[in-house]
């Protein structure tokens, strides 16, 4: 699939607008940031970022690389993986650029490449959240609009599910797939399948909620995130979440807790060989800064989980725990992590599995420059694909993310 005309197309036409509104303000070259400085690689590019920023356009690009080195080949004979995802994106302010108060328009493009490592050892929650047969894809393109001052906020496009649901900041550093993200939710359209759907939510003081409707076509085996937009007319993906935050901040907060219910509607194959139209589960999350600042370091818990109907998914039950410690500065500031996570298999007449699989991981996240960061990471997965006589796999990996 041909995607990069729709991507430039979006960029142009806000560079040369905000280009347009940083020439009415004109300043001398000399005034600003040259190449290789700050946190991003390209630096200031002599201005015209930083020009572009207050004109409401804020361009953005990094590539995440992991290298991985496993203690036993997987389905392929190898033992060593190397996978790379590279995000390009543009985030135009409409309220800044337009006067649309409280508007933004959004969108990315995304290439993966390299081996997917997780799919080759047969483990049923990924060792990498990059982990993903190649794509070059219109990763996301949505807009959103607030309104109440922020009380009200809708959102249309194509959009990554895990972005508003089942989100939880202190858990999301990890690398594990299944510490950041609960794997009974079945066929969520999140990386790497985005897909397209609309959201509304409500927040007031310490409470939120929201909900959506998406294209459920990856339950059908389509790659919704190799199409530029679907359409809500077959198989649907519908979610719901509320919950409670205390100390919120545009990036963090002191501690959450939520709750979560999810539909696919696509027609799923029970292990008996019976069909169902609809398939139903639930999910929890929660987390709290025990000591420091959110946003500024400190140390946190989190805990996530949820289940499914073991009749037709393996992924009948999941739980996550986790703590991490955070040195003030940027987000991207050093930090380690210990976190372990569980699947409780399907055990019904039909189910491939006879075991659970529990994943125990450590990162040390190190912010090399501000425009590098380097995480190496250890796990343990026992009882990996859930089959009681699989041996141990131990890896380790380290991911290298530059920020452009």
Not at 177 to 198: H, L
Not at 266 to 275: E, N, Q, V
Not at 280 to 306: K, M, S
Not at 360 to 370: D, K, N, S
């Amino acid at each position: 699939m041909r995607l990069v005309p729709l991507v430039p197309l979006v960029t142009g036409i806000a560079l040369v607008t905000s280009a347009a509104a940083l020439g009415a303000d004109g300043a001398p070259a000399a005034n600003y940031q040259g190449m290789a400085t700050g946190d991003q690689l390209t630096g200031d590019w002599f201005g015209l970022r930083s020009g572009m920023q207050q004109s409401g356009v804020d361009v953005e690009a990094d590539l995440a690389v992991d290298e991985t080195m496993l203690s036993r080949p997987g389905a392929d004979d190898q033992r060593r993986y190397l996978q790379a995802c590279f995000n390009g994106n543009v985030r135009i302010d409409m309220g800044v650029l337009f006067g649309l108060t409280g508007g933004t328009l959004y969108a990315d493009f995304e290439s993966i490449s390299g081996s997917d490592g997780s799919l080759e050892e047969g483990v049923l929650q990924n060792y990498s959240t990059i982990d993903s047969p190649h794509r070059d894809q219109l990763n996301e393109l949505w807009y959103q609009q607030t309104v109440w001052d922020n009380t009200l906020t809708l959102k249309l496009g194509k959009i990554d599910v895990n972005e508003d649901f089942d989100n939880s900041p202190v858990a999301t550093p990890f690398l594990n797939r299944g510490v950041a993200f609960t794997p009974s939710i079945i066929d969520m359209p999140t990386y790497p399948d985005p897909a397209t759907g609309v959201s509304a939510g409500l927040d007031y003081l310490y409470i939120y909620a929201r909900a959506g409707v998406y294209d459920g076509s990856t339950a059908t085996g389509m790659a919704t995130g190799d199409r530029y937009l679907g359409n809500l007319s077959g198989a649907r993906f519908e979610i719901a979440e509320a919950g409670l935050r205390w100390g919120a901040t545009p990036t963090a907060h002191v501690a959450s807790l939520a709750v979560g219910g999810w539909r696919q509607t696509a027609t799923f194959t029970r292990f008996d060989g019976s069909l169902v139209d609809d398939i139903e589960g639930a999910y929890a999350l929660g987390d709290i800064q025990v000591w420091g600042t959110p946003g500024a370091g400190g140390i946190a818990l989190f805990a996530n989980g949820g289940f499914a109907d073991p009749n037709v998914t393996i992924y009948a039950r999941h739980c996550a725990v986790g703590v991490s410690a955070t040195d003030s500065g940027s987000p991207h500031a050093n930090a380690i992590g210990l976190a372990a996570t569980w699947v409780g298999t399907s055990r019904v007449a039909g189910s491939p599995c006879n075991a659970d699989e529990t994943a125990f991981e450590l990162f040390v996240r190190i912010q090399a420059a501000g425009w590098l960061i380097v995480t190496p990471d250890v796990q343990w997965i026992r009882r990996p694909g859930g089959i009681s006589d699989a041996p141990d796999l131990y890896l380790g990996q380290i991911r290298a993310d530059i920020i452009f």
